[in-house]
């Protein structure tokens, strides 16, 4: 009889350890489960807000990022292509994006923080008429040229 209880143990403890390995199987596959659904959500929002960007900018293409080496030579000028001043540059686009403009070279100036929010997704035409109209100051340069130039930043950028 020990004998028919030792294998009666034996089955339970492999039955046990059977059962455990289908639960850690199973938690894993719940964990993967979730994982996956977060990803999933993940991915519809990127493409949610992807579509929204492409939807926005009104063509089939997304951002696409402007290369290091042109931004370098486009702030190599020094200065705002709109008013010669020489703090806060950004990259601007002279033909914004959201209006079918590109990022080629031919597109891109370096704009101070005052100018390019001031211009937001304006032409540079619509821009100065609305300066005009307004105590924002459109003293549009050629390009940056030596240090003897005398142009000076605008203070009421608004």
Known sequence: MDADVRRSHEYQLERARADRAELE????????AAELAELEASIELELDG???????LGSGRGRIPVSATTRRRVMAAGACFYCGSPD???LEHVH?????????LDNLVAACFPCNRNKR????????DRSSSSDFVYTPV?????ADDERTPHDNAG
């Open 142 to 146: 050629s390009a940056p040229s030596g």
């Open 25 to 32: 199987r199973r938690l894993e596959l719940d964990r993967a």
């Open 88 to 90: 806060r540059l950004e």
């Open 50 to 56: 992807l579509s929204r960007r492409v939807h926005l």
């Open 96 to 104: 914004p994006i959201s209006r079918g403009g590109t990022n080629r």
């Open 121 to 128: 997704g304006l032409t540079v035409d619509e821009w100065r």
